[in-house]
């Protein structure tokens, strides 16, 4: 926790000028059954044929709702993603916790189900749209902008497990600004809608969109 109690204005200054620059899209955190530990591993499952339409190759429809065992996952990730930044926040900051904001949320869900449908894990689209291209067409404002993308794969994926899963392996990447564990704590952040998506084959996508919502003050009083 030490790692950001030394957190100067400079800091944020500098964060705040690298996500105007360059929005942090990390690469995707991908969680496989070899990366669970043995007592939680499901027996190997054999491959089916994979049949691909014409509806797999269209983008996914708006999300703007998400059922409610989904609607309680992303809920606990945006608890655990607050709990962290209050740890590793200095009070001073004034965004250790970070507002929900549903067009953001509505927009990541979007997301995670093109990416499931679609097949393809990534933060730009087959048709190359990006992450602030997305919030853009959604005429959601913001000073920065950034993403977060975590799947999980095997029998946990429709669990709360899968959400830990995803938020520890975010958390337990190097300090920096620019990878996961870097956005879960950018202190220039102040709002984030988190999305997911799962199908009965045994896949989770989870999407973290981050801003920095024009006019927000950034430090506390």
Known sequence: MEDWVQLTEEDIERAQKLAQERPPTPDVITITQQDLPEER???AVSDDVLVITTDDLSPAAAQPAAPA???RLEQMMYQLLNS???QHLPGWVGTAHLHWHEELAAVSRQHSADMLRRQYVAHITPEGVTAAQ???RQAIGY???GENIGIVYGEAAHTQEAVQDIHDA???QPRSLTNHRGNLLNPIWTHVGIG????P???LVATQSFISAPGARLRGQ
Do not use: E, H, S
């Not at 997911?196 to 199908?199: D, G, K, Q, R, V």
């Open 41 to 43: 591993a499901a027996p």
């Open 69 to 71: 065992d989904i609607r």
């Open 84 to 86: 962290t930044r209050r």
């Open 134 to 136: 997305r919030l853009q």
């Open 143 to 145: 000073v920065a902008c």
């Open 170 to 172: 975010f958390m337990n």
């Open 196 to 199: 997911i998506a799962y199908n």
């Open 201 to 203: 084959d045994g896949a």
